[in-house]
């Protein structure tokens, strides 16, 4: 099971744009690298998801280098509506894994 | 709202006391997933079912179980609950069991053991 590690907390401001990095060194050829955002006293929310190379949707981009071995999610123009707990999720292609949430990313969005 | 359902919302019981919680997954959804969040310990898996068999265990106490009726609606039963029971549970549903599908998580329940 592939373990993950990112920073605890990031501080922001309004308008900027955040990334954050998770590390996944031992990361396996079938595993695919997600996102989930979590609100506090609500369940986490799918972001994102992406095997290698660039990722984009309407609310994420998701940037993974050709060794795979870490990730860096982009929040492009973050709002006081951003702050939330992002969690980097290692899961496997197929098969029955189930997800493993690590700390997360606490991020702070301030005016 | 993610189309996942959970009732209670809240629950408040005394300690040995035995709760149900439990979950309506999205229409759709074959699979259901149940994770319990505690200031301590994070969110943590506690146990997943697919088409009304148990596909995979996390670290679910004995003390807890759980089922997957035909209607893919799924009852998580904590018993003999203990102080350190108190948590958020969540469930979560997915169109197929595996990890790289989209999970959706309801709202949860707060579970308060006194």
């Given amino acids: 099971l592939a373990k993950t590690t990112q920073p605890i907390s990031m501080d922001s401001y309004e308008g900027q744009e955040v990334n954050i990095t998770c590390s996944h060194n031992n990361i396996a050829t079938n595993d695919y690298i997600t996102w989930y955002q979590q609100f506090p006293s609500q369940g986490p929310r799918f972001i994102i998801q992406g095997y290698k190379t660039k990722v984009k949707n309407e609310v994420a981009s998701l940037f993974i280098p050709a060794d795979r071995k870490s990730s860096t999610l982009s929040l492009p123009r973050v709002s006081l509506s951003d702050t939330a707990v992002y969690y980097c999720l290692v899961v496997a292609w197929s098969g029955y894994s189930t997800l493993t949430f690590g700390k997360g990313t606490m991020l702070l969005v301030s005016p | ?114």
Avoid at chain 2, 16 to 40: A, E, F, K, N
Avoid at chain 2, 51 to 80: C, M, T, V, W, Y
């Fill in chain 2, 1 to 114: 709202d993610s189309g996942v359902t959970q009732t209670p919302k809240h629950l408040i019981t005394a300690t040995g006391q035995r709760v149900t919680l439990r979950c309506s997954p999205r229409s759709g959804d074959l699979s259901v997933y149940w994770y319990q969040q505690s200031l301590d310990q994070g969110l943590q898996f506690l146990i997943q079912y697919y088409n009304g068999e148990e596909r995979a265990k996390g670290n679910i106490l004995e003390r807890f179980s759980a089922q997957q009726f035909p209607d893919l609606h799924s009852e998580l039963n904590l018993s003999s609950l203990e102080l350190g029971d108190s948590a958020l549970y969540f469930c979560a549903s997915s169109v197929d069991g595996g990890g790289n599908y989209e999970q959706y998580f309801g709202p949860g329940t707060r579970l308060t053991v006194t």
